[in-house]
C-alpha cells in the first residue's frame, strides 16, 4: 500500500463513527434489540461489540508502534457478547466510548511516521505477522461491516413485521 492509499484508507478510519452515526438514525430503536436468530447479534450487541473492539484496537495500534514484535490480546467476540450481557449495558455509553477512542486513534494514526506502517506484532489468530498496514485495513473496514448488518437486521424485522 503507497501512502496516498494508506492516507485514503486513515480518513476511511476516521470517517466510521460518524457513518454509524448516520445508519443508526435511520433504524427506529425499539428494533434495537431484535435479533434476526437466536445466534446473530442485534443492533443493541453490535454497538457494544464496536465498543469492546474500540478499545482493543486502540491497544493493538499502540503496541504497534511501541512494542513491535510482541504479542497481541486475542478475544472470542460471541464469548464476550454473552458472557458480558451485552444487552444489559448502556448502548449510548457503547457510542461513547467508541466515538472518544475511534477519535483518539484517529488522531494518533494520522500523524505517525511511514516507517511504523511496517511494525509487526504476533497475533494468535493469523499464521503471519500481524503489520500495522493490515490493522488499519482491518479496522477502517469493521464499522462499515456492521453498518451493513444492522441495516441487514433492519431489513429482516421489517419483513417479519405482521
Not at 486513534?105 to 493490515?134: C, G, K, Q
Request: charged content about 25%.
Amino acid at each position: 500500500m503507497d501512502k496516498a492509499e494508506r492516507l485514503a484508507l486513515i480518513e476511511e478510519y476516521g470517517q466510521g463513527y460518524a457513518k454509524l452515526v448516520t445508519c443508526l438514525e435511520e433504524i427506529p430503536q425499539k428494533m434495537w434489540q431484535y435479533k434476526p436468530a437466536p445466534i446473530e447479534w442485534s443492533v443493541h450487541e453490535i454497538i457494544i461489540h464496536l465498543a469492546d473492539s474500540e478499545t482493543n484496537s486502540y491497544l493493538r495500534a499502540r503496541r504497534l508502534v511501541a512494542e513491535p514484535g510482541q504479542p497481541l490480546m486475542a478475544y472470542d467476540q460471541d464469548v464476550w457478547a454473552n458472557k458480558l450481557d451485552y444487552h444489559a449495558q448502556s448502548w449510548q455509553d457503547g457510542l461513547a466510548v467508541l466515538e472518544g477512542v475511534r477519535k483518539m486513534t484517529y488522531d494518533f494514526i494520522r500523524m505517525l511516521p511511514d516507517e511504523v506502517w511496517e511494525n509487526t506484532v504476533v497475533h494468535a489468530e493469523n499464521d503471519r505477522p500481524y503489520s500495522f498496514t493490515m490493522w488499519l485495513e482491518i479496522y477502517a473496514a469493521h464499522i462499515p461491516l456492521h453498518i451493513q448488518q444492522i441495516q441487514d437486521n433492519h431489513a429482516h424485522w421489517l419483513a417479519n413485521q405482521d
